[in-house]
């Protein structure tokens, strides 16, 4: 069969289809909830752009640690899962069909009693991410499975209901906060429309050819006497609005249709399910009315869905003054491709930038896969602590934060080669911290042979730093210059020469008064460094004169 990409995708085809959601919602809103608050922020980028100030607590705050934790960490088998899974072929769709069974049978829905969170303790999490100098702490609210981690009241599919039987992000949300730890969110259920049609699909080959997988078969009825009756697997998978069209007859071709139709990234709202648009909007005020976090994050390369995006973000900074005396603490993340104006901190998924940027911005991370995956546990895949510090310190020095993700396992805890990773990150962090935390830019980010993975998913290109590697922060009168590795008996820095050499008074290690011996040269300041003073990962340097 030609593999094409299907042109009433963005049409009005398939409306009747989503007709029993809007009813359905409408029922759950009492009056007035779906408006968003008075303020001075409008509902459009113009107004976002000319008005919003990132509040300093985030420019200050440097380091944050994410819990990218829901159902599909279930099969412990990384990213995407529930979307792959239903793609004939992957390793997804193998791993699922010899542990669960087929998905013509049994499907992502089936996994989702599966994820008991049992040993789940966030209490001694974030204390051990404390420790580690997180100054921020954000929890997973859903993902492109569609399934709400909280209290929905606009969603049944959620984790009070199902699973855990426990308000996720209310329970981080208190722990953070008892903490002293800013909190926020990340939302990431505008893609479900079409990023689960899969599980509308079929076996292009093999013995059961041509029958449809789980999600198309069933609706609401179906559930009755079953652990989900009272349900609808629609709401959970979506409606059927790109459903792989019969006729495929080989593996390669369909899932070729895949990747040209229902993978394609578009943040414009799906126009044949406008139902999905406006419970998304319902589901996302009320997650934000409920936690007032201090951070929305969107996985998205624009405010998702349209108008409806730019409704909720204004929302979320009016009511954020409302928190807060009359102050804007809230900051909402997205990933802008193309031109960019402010209005919303900037995040570069897994990636750095090649210079200071004017604007705060953010880069985030995973130590793996977003989604727990055992097998980097088993061959000991993970970033290495040093990694971390070493581009958290990148990160800084170019007015960035680094959004760190720790993959939590389906019951609730990190495996020991995580907790090892994150106390080797708190071991740098309670030696010289000060030099990232409340810093900002100097005249240039640092010096150093190695090139930055820059750029979305650059960190893929990125080959390890060096202590021949610097980076430079200020904060008050002081100027911090930090080795991205264990320095020599000397550091040499070379941004350092003519007037600004001169200027050098005094260096300390940072969190020692004990003065270093330091000397001028052609090739810049020369700095003694006292082995007890340094770090495996590096050492921050304090020296005066230089601001």
Same mark, same amino acid.
């Given at each position: 069969?030609?593999?094409?990409?299907?042109?009433?995708?963005?049409?009005?085809?398939?409306?009747?289809? /989503?007709?029993?959601?809007? /009813?359905?919602?409408?029922?759950?809103?009492?009056?007035?909830?779906?408006?968003?608050?008075?303020?001075? =922020? !409008?509902?459009?980028?113009?107004?976002?752009?000319?008005?919003?100030?990132?509040?300093?607590?985030?420019?200050?705050?440097?380091?944050?640690?994410?819990?990218?934790?829901?159902?599909?960490?279930?099969?412990?088998?990384?990213?995407?899962?529930? %979307?792959?899974?239903?793609?004939?072929?992957?390793?997804?769709?193998?791993?699922?069909?010899?542990?669960?069974?087929?998905?013509?049978?049994?499907?992502?829905?089936?996994?989702?009693?599966?994820?008991?969170?049992?040993?789940?303790?966030?209490?001694?999490?974030?204390?051990?991410?404390?420790?580690?100098?997180?100054?921020?702490?954000?929890?997973?609210?859903?993902?492109?499975?569609?399934?709400?981690?909280?209290?929905?009241?606009?969603?049944?599919?959620?984790?009070?209901?199902?699973?855990?039987?426990?308000?996720?992000?209310?329970?981080?949300?208190?722990?953070?906060?008892?903490?002293?730890? +800013? =909190?926020?969110?990340?939302?990431?259920?505008?893609? /479900?429309?079409?990023?689960?049609?899969?599980?509308?699909?079929?076996?292009?080959?093999?013995?059961?050819?041509?029958? +449809?997988?789980?999600?198309?078969?069933?609706?609401?009825?179906?559930?009755?006497?079953?652990?989900?009756?009272?349900?609808?697997?629609?709401?959970?998978?979506?409606?059927?609005?790109?459903?792989?069209?019969?006729?495929?007859?080989?593996?390669?071709?369909?899932?070729?249709?895949?990747?040209?139709?229902?993978?394609?990234?578009?943040?414009?709202?799906?126009?044949?399910?406008?139902?999905?648009?406006?419970?998304?909007?319902?589901?996302?005020?009320?997650?934000?009315?409920?936690?007032?976090?201090?951070?929305?994050?969107?996985?998205?390369?624009?405010?998702?869905?349209?108008?409806?995006?730019?409704?909720?973000?204004?929302?979320?900074?009016?009511?954020?003054?409302?928190?807060?005396?009359? !102050?804007?603490?809230?900051?909402?993340?997205?990933?802008?491709?193309?031109?960019?104006?402010?209005?919303?901190?900037?995040?570069?998924?897994?990636?750095? !930038?090649?210079?200071?940027?004017? %604007?705060?911005?953010? *880069?985030?991370?995973?130590?793996?896969?977003?989604?727990?995956? %055992?097998?980097?546990?088993?061959?000991?895949?993970?970033?290495?602590?040093?990694?971390?510090?070493?581009?958290?310190?990148?990160?800084?020095?170019?007015?960035?934060?680094?959004?760190?993700?720790?993959?939590?396992?389906?019951?609730?805890?990190?495996?020991?080669?995580?907790?090892?990773?994150?106390?080797?990150?708190?071991?740098?962090?309670?030696?010289?911290?000060?030099?990232?935390?409340?810093?900002?830019?100097?005249?240039?980010?640092?010096?150093?042979?190695?090139?930055?993975?820059?750029?979305?998913?650059?960190?893929?290109?990125? !080959?390890?730093?060096?202590?021949?590697?610097?980076?430079?922060? *200020?904060?008050?009168?002081?100027?911090?210059?930090?080795?991205?590795?264990?320095?020599?008996?000397?550091? *040499?820095? %070379?941004?350092?020469?003519?007037?600004?050499?001169?200027?050098?008074?005094?260096?300390?290690?940072?969190?020692? +008064?004990?003065?270093?011996?330091?000397?001028?040269?052609?090739?810049?300041?020369?700095?003694?460094?006292?082995?007890?003073?340094?770090?495996?990962?590096?050492?921050?340097?304090?020296?005066?004169?230089?601001?």
């Amino acid at each position: 069969m030609k593999v094409t990409k299907r042109e009433w995708v963005r049409g009005t085809a398939g409306l009747a289809l /989503a007709s029993a959601l809007p /009813a359905r919602a409408a029922e759950l809103v009492e009056p007035g909830f779906d408006k968003i608050a008075d303020g001075p =922020f !409008k509902p459009e980028w113009a107004s976002l752009q000319s008005q919003y100030q990132v509040p300093d607590w985030f420019r200050d705050a440097k380091f944050g640690i994410w819990a990218h934790w829901g159902p599909q960490c279930v099969p412990e088998a990384g990213d995407w899962y529930a %979307r792959e899974m239903y793609l004939q072929g992957s390793g997804s769709y193998k791993h699922f069909v010899k542990t669960y069974g087929h998905p013509a049978d049994t499907g992502f829905m089936d996994l989702l009693p599966r994820w008991k969170a049992e040993s789940w303790n966030p209490d001694e999490l974030l204390d051990l991410y404390v420790s580690a100098g997180a100054k921020y702490f954000m929890s997973m609210a859903n993902h492109h499975d569609n399934f709400d981690m909280y209290a929905s009241r606009f969603h049944d599919w959620n984790s009070t209901r199902i699973g855990p039987r426990k308000d996720i992000v209310g329970i981080w949300e208190k722990a953070a906060r008892k903490r002293g730890l +800013r =909190f926020g969110v990340s939302n990431h259920s505008a893609h /479900a429309w079409h990023w689960f049609q899969t599980a509308y699909g079929y076996d292009a080959e093999g013995p059961r050819q041509g029958e +449809r997988y789980d999600a198309y078969k069933l609706n609401a009825l179906d559930g009755k006497g079953k652990w989900w009756e009272g349900l609808d697997p629609r709401m959970l998978y979506g409606d059927p609005v790109m459903a792989l069209p019969d006729g495929f007859d080989n593996i390669t071709s369909a899932n070729a249709w895949h990747e040209l139709n229902d993978r394609v990234w578009d943040e414009k709202p799906p126009l044949n399910n406008p139902a999905f648009t406006r419970q998304w909007y319902l589901r996302c005020k009320d997650l934000i009315d409920s936690y007032r976090p201090d951070i929305v994050y969107f996985d998205n390369f624009d405010l998702p869905l349209g108008q409806v995006g730019l409704d909720v973000t204004a929302h979320f900074y009016n009511a954020s003054a409302k928190w807060h005396g009359g !102050k804007v603490e809230g900051v909402v993340n997205m990933k802008p491709h193309g031109p960019f104006n402010g209005g919303i901190v900037a995040d570069v998924e897994r990636g750095s !930038k090649s210079a200071i940027d004017a %604007r705060p911005w953010q *880069t985030c991370t995973c130590i793996g896969q977003w989604h727990y995956n %055992r097998r980097l546990y088993d061959e000991k895949r993970y970033l290495p602590a040093a990694d971390v510090v070493h581009r958290l310190c990148d990160i800084v020095s170019k007015n960035g934060n680094l959004l760190l993700s720790v993959p939590v396992r389906p019951d609730g805890t990190i495996d020991s080669e995580e907790r090892k990773i994150v106390e080797g990150i708190g071991s740098w962090m309670a030696r010289f911290s000060e030099a990232i935390y409340g810093t900002r830019p100097w005249r240039v980010f640092g010096e150093g042979p190695t090139q930055v993975g820059v750029g979305m998913f650059g960190e893929s290109a990125q !080959k390890p730093f060096t202590a021949e590697d610097l980076r430079f922060t *200020t904060k008050d009168k002081a100027f911090y210059a930090i080795t991205l590795g264990r320095p020599a008996q000397t550091v *040499t820095i %070379r941004s350092l020469q003519g007037r600004d050499q001169k200027r050098v008074k005094r260096v300390e290690v940072v969190g020692s +008064r004990d003065p270093l011996t330091f000397r001028q040269s052609a090739d810049g300041l020369v700095i003694d460094i006292p082995p007890a003073a340094s770090h495996e990962f590096g050492v921050a340097l304090k020296i005066y004169g230089v601001v």
